[in-house]
């Protein structure tokens, strides 16, 4: 299995509280992932909250010489690129990413949330 990983660094959409945003992600979007895993050969998700303090944000921008906003979460998504899941077809896989990318227009602000793709290289693992 040749693992790859989806980073997706996250900004919730402008006038969005944080605790609508959390809520909206891990209870709406969460489910929606789960329930389109199989199709799109998910293998493990996660979502990152990000611990939000004024004092401690403004803490991380003074250490990094003013750097931008934090970001209020990352999306993991583990997955292999180099298996289809059987009898999925590629309708169904572009149909689970475009209802994926429907609902992330709803409490994401896609424009200022980076993503990337990439291969995990571990050097401490004590879980």
Request: aromatic share 12%.
């Amino acid at each position: 299995m040749a693992l790859m990983k989806l980073t997706y660094c996250l900004r919730k959409r402008p006038g969005m509280s944080h605790d609508e945003f959390y809520r909206y992600w891990a209870d709406v979007h969460g489910p929606l992932v789960q329930a389109r895993a199989d199709v799109l050969g998910i293998v493990k998700y996660q979502q990152v909250h990000t611990a939000h303090s004024q004092a401690r944000d403004d803490a991380y921008r003074a250490r990094n010489g003013g750097s931008w906003e934090t970001f209020d979460g990352i999306a993991e998504v583990w997955f292999d690129a180099t298996v289809r899941p059987a009898g999925v077809t590629p309708e169904q896989v572009a149909r689970a990413q475009q209802d994926l990318l429907d609902d992330e227009r709803r409490f994401i602000d896609l424009a200022s949330s980076p993503m990337w793709l990439g291969v995990e290289k571990v050097f401490v693992d004590r879980t």
